[in-house]
């Protein structure tokens, strides 16, 4: 064996060419550097030209920003092109032009504005809050005077609850937009799920020495039937003639005798909540926002007789929502009013997340059941009786009226938004009596016109939507038959002190202002929900009453419906003089029986006629203003 000393070895190639490969590696790259570090020094020189430009653009004070900046760096007398050669022909040209271009654009950029204390929370407007019909997602818009100056380039949206008074140290924005003079955010509804915002209302905010700053007053989604399942078109009454209906009488044929349309009938809300023992008619599971609630499913099953009932008869159907007390369902009576009081109902809680969540779950439960032919139909609901009158049918501690009708406003959009956004034509009132303009001193109930007047605004300040008045115009007093008859209390103009079926036009008339309209232009429903004639002083002069209020009724095309009190005498009524059945108390028919079924046929005349005498006149057409 030979040693090798390796002088007689191969030269390794592969070793050689990977060093050269690796050599011109480097200095690509070091070329490519250098190459990017010229251009960097390139553009840097560029923007320093750029800026010098501007510079002397701004110190010769030129006002008028569409000259061109090109004409600030020509030598005075050079020919086009000359005063440019020095940088590269065109160069500066190109500078200049996209100088000028963002110039323009900071010129109109929105004017950047101090943002003080006192006009914060008016800053911008939030000019829509509605569910896309498209995504179903909650789109915000908000419009300002130029923009806050703040910490950041961002408006912040945040979701509040009903209750909320601000925006809380702890709350967490939703979404972020750059800030403009009109700017929109978009987020994801979360229907029917924890987190859902179908009932809460937004608000914008900014950032201010660290801390979040409102901008905009709060507004709620305004169209939540762009979510519902039952989009039917609203079935329109075969007429205005309505019924306060006896259930015991349900079933048999007098409905059909009578020809009636329209039917109202009453839902204590904590009468349906809670287990039921009986094993034919099980407790009825219903899972909302992520909670399970019980219905009792015997008087659901009731309801459902009701409903399915009046439904099959081609009846239209209200129902009205009551808050009757329960110590189980404490969490549905505002706070404020669990003190207790004369009142068999109470106001619905909107002060609290307890009651909220209760409202929303019962409103939604409701609509699905009564959207369809299954169980029955229900297309006007009402939300409380006679809110005006506190004491006596919607009690809460005394209060001022701004505050009372916010705390009813807020269960009534809970309510409102829950059913609508399952049926999309449901109607959804808002309930007076005729106690309209009285002005008593120490009165600690309130006047219907400024329940109209303060709801009203309420509503249209934070979300309008399309509510609906239902008015009760029982005469004065309620022991009078006879509308006709004079009374300091009724009167034809606005300050009236009462609103009977002989003014009904001034209620019809107020509410045809523009303040009232909906958004779209059109006068708000009116539902004549209640109203009776007592035959303690004759029945005769209680089908003349019924027939007089009728014709008037027609002259008014915003009267969706008249619904009589009552089918058949109620004894706690009958006891203080008020006889206001069809019937009386053994299943008599009176007279007023045949005024009411004939009173929207062609054979009206030959039942209604005998009136004009009892009322002093010659011809319907004299009861017209």
């Given amino acids: 064996m030979s040693l090798d000393t390796g002088r007689n070895k191969r030269p390794d190639r592969n070793k050689y060419k990977r060093r050269r490969v690796r050599r011109r590696r480097r200095k690509a790259g070091k070329r490519r550097r250098l190459r990017r570090l010229c251009i960097l020094l390139i553009l840097i020189f560029l923007g320093l030209i750029a800026a010098a430009v501007f510079f002397v653009y701004q110190k010769k004070g030129r006002e008028q920003t569409d000259i061109p900046f090109l004409e600030d760096a020509k030598t005075d007398g050079a020919e086009p092109g000359q005063g440019d050669e020095d940088i590269g022909g065109g160069v500066l040209t190109h500078i200049v032009t996209a100088e000028n271009a963002v110039w323009e654009s900071y010129q109109k950029r929105p004017e950047s504005r101090e943002l003080t204390e006192e006009g914060a929370a008016d800053f911008a407007s939030i000019t829509e809050c509605i569910i896309d019909p498209e995504t179903k997602k909650v789109s915000v818009t908000a419009k300002g005077d130029g923009i806050p100056q703040s910490d950041d ?47 809460k209302k937004f608000v914008f905010a900014v950032k201010k020495d660290g801390k979040f700053v409102q901008v905009s007053q709060p507004k709620y989604i305004t169209n939540p039937e762009a979510i519902a399942k039952y989009t039917s078109v609203y079935e329109e009454p075969a007429s205005i003639k309505g019924l306060l209906v006896d259930p015991v009488k349900l079933r048999g044929s007098e409905l059909d005798d009578l020809g009636v349309k329209q039917a109202a009938y009453n839902i204590p809300i904590a009468r349906i909540l809670g287990p039921t023992t009986s094993a034919a008619y099980p407790s009825i599971q219903y899972t909302y926002n992520g909670r399970t609630y019980t219905f009792n499913g015997q008087i659901i099953a009731e309801y459902d007789l009701v409903f399915s009932t009046l439904t099959a008869k081609g009846i239209t159907t209200t129902a009205i929502l009551l808050n009757n007390y329960s110590n189980a369902y404490r969490q549905l009576i505002h706070p404020q009013a669990r003190s207790g009081g004369s009142a068999p109902y109470y106001m619905f809680n909107g002060a609290e997340e307890s009651g909220v969540e209760y409202m929303a779950a019962v409103g939604s439960f409701l609509a699905e059941r009564y959207s369809d032919d299954r169980h029955g139909r229900i297309s006007n609901w009402v939300i409380a009786n006679e809110i005006n009158a506190r004491k006596e049918w919607n009690y809460m501690a005394h209060t001022d009226i701004e505050t009372y009708v916010e705390e009813y406003a807020r269960g009534f959009r809970v309510f ?31 006047d219907g016109r400024d329940i109209m007047d303060v709801f009203n605004r309420n509503i249209s300040s934070k979300g309008n939507i399309d509510w609906g008045v239902a008015q009760h115009p029982y005469n004065v007093p309620l022991t009078e038959a006879k509308i006709w008859k004079p009374s300091n209390y009724v009167t034809h103009n606005a300050d009236t002190s009462m609103i009977t079926m002989e003014n009904i036009d001034v209620l019809v008339n107020y509410i045809r202002q523009p303040q009232f309209l909906t958004d779209d232009g059109q006068v708000r429903s009116i539902l004549l929900s209640e109203l009776g004639y007592t035959a303690h002083a004759g029945e005769a002069y209680q089908a003349a009453a019924y027939a007089y209020a009728y014709y008037k009724m027609e002259d008014y095309q915003e009267i969706d419906g008249f619904l009589l009190n009552r ?15 069809l019937c009386n108390s053994g299943g008599g028919h009176r007279q007023i029986y045949d005024v009411f079924k004939y009173i929207d046929t062609p054979q009206h005349e030959q039942y209604t006629d005998f009136a004009k005498e009892l009322i002093g006149i010659s011809s319907w057409s004299e009861i017209f203003r």
């Fill in 416 to 446: 409102y938004t829950a059913i609508k956004s399952v049926s999309s034509s449901a109607r959804v009132y808002i309930s007076i009596d005729q106690q309209w303009d009285r002005n008593i001193e120490n009165n600690t109930n309130y």
């Fill in 567 to 581: 089918q058949s005498d109620a004894a706690e009524e009958v006891a203080q003089g008020l006889a206001f059945g």
């Fill in 153 to 199: 380039k961002y408006y912040y949206l945040f979701a509040l609850n009903t209750f909320d008074e601000g925006i809380g140290e702890d709350s967490e924005y939703i979404a972020r937009e750059y800030k403009d003079n009109e700017s929109s955010m978009s987020v994801s509804l979360n229907y029917n799920l924890a987190g859902s915002r179908l009932f």
